[in-house]
């Protein structure tokens, strides 16, 4: 489609302007894929900001004003947010209109959602897998979602057309898009990003309960891996607060296989065991390099 096409949505609200909310407006102006886009957010700091940056046509607070005629739906808040959303707009949501969102847990976001919204109304979640740890509006830019991947997992029964037009908008956004079965995209999240900000919420906290003796140092000295940890632990709180309760069981499978790895590795070291330690970290060297090949470091 080039710019003088009829945009993908004549209307869309974008319930949370923050990092994702606000990324996906400004890609959507910048390839002409909505009409109209209409921001809605708690506080007026946001919403004033979404407009001052231009990431959205018109900004209001109340989630029922704002899907009023829309297209497409997009919850952008954190996901323990979306219920409220879903409850306070769904009897002001048009017939044949698309909701969708860009949560990072989606077993409980379908579960959340589908006895909320009437009959008629498309639900097909999704996850654009790019961020960083920044939020707000003002962190949003249209470069994000660039060569990585988007996960959709509509529910059974989901509407043909509805996927159809979710996929082109996310690869209009510039990603390569990827439908799952919702159980199955928790578990695979809970490996490649769940546990690894728990991991970093704890080393990070860990280091900071550490006596004051040492503390300075580690500042000085955080180049030594402590560093990357510390980006990763800066992720927004209520946002990581949600998924962690939203994905429990698979964070906790996940979390029984890490600590027993953990107590392997203890047992290791305290044994002077190196070929344990050695056989382990030849093989995560060769899974950075199968990362790095699938063009995700
Ligand atoms: P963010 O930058 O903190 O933005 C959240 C937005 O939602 C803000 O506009 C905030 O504005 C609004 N908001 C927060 N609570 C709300 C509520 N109860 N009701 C209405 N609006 C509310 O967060 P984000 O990083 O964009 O993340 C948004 C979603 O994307 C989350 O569900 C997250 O799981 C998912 N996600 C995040 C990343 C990432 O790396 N950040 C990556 C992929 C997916 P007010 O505070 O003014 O209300």
């Not at 940056?53 to 900004?59: H, K, M, S, T």
């Not at 009959?119 to 962190?139: D, F, K, M, N, W």
């Not at 439908?179 to 970093?200: F, G, K, Y």
């Not at 290791?268 to 060769?286: H, M």
Request: charged share 20%.
């Amino acid at each position: 489609m080039t710019k003088n096409e009829s945009p993908l949505f004549d209307r869309v609200a974008l319930i949370g302007v923050g990092l994702i909310g606000a990324s996906l407006g400004l890609v959507m102006k910048r390839e002409g894929l909505a009409g109209h886009v209409v921001g809605c957010a708690r506080s007026q700091a946001t919403l004033d900001k979404a407009l001052e940056l231009g990431i959205v046509d018109e900004a209001v607070a109340d989630p029922a004003a704002a899907v009023k005629d829309a297209d497409l739906v997009m919850l952008c808040t954190p996901v323990g947010a979306f219920a409220a959303a879903a409850a306070a707009m769904a009897e002001h949501l048009k017939p044949g209109a698309i909701v969708s969102d860009v949560g990072s847990v989606k077993q409980a976001v379908i579960a959340d959602l589908t006895p909320l919204l009437p009959e008629g109304v498309h639900l097909v979640p999704g996850h654009p897998i790019a961020g960083t740890e920044h939020s707000g509006p003002q962190a949003g830019f249209a470069d994000l979602f660039k060569g990585r991947w988007c996960i959709l997992t509509p529910p059974e029964g989901a509407d043909a057309g509805a996927v159809e037009k979710l996929s082109h908008l996310w690869t209009r956004a510039g990603m390569e898009v990827e439908i799952m079965d919702a159980e199955h995209h928790d578990v695979v999240l809970a490996v490649t990003s769940h546990l690894p900000h728990l991991i970093a919420y704890t080393i990070v906290g860990t280091a900071f309960d550490l006596e004051e003796s040492i503390m300075p140092e580690v500042f000085k000295f955080a180049a030594g891996g402590f560093r990357d940890f510390t980006r990763i632990a800066a992720s927004d709180p209520v946002m990581w607060r949600d998924i962690f309760l939203k994905n429990s069981d698979a964070v906790l499978d996940m979390l029984s296989c890490f600590t027993a790895d953990l107590d392997t590795l203890k047992h290791a070291i305290r044994q002077g065991d190196g070929k344990t330690l050695e056989d382990l970290f030849t093989r995560t060297r060769a899974i950075r390099k199968g990362v790095v090949e699938a063009h995700q470091d």
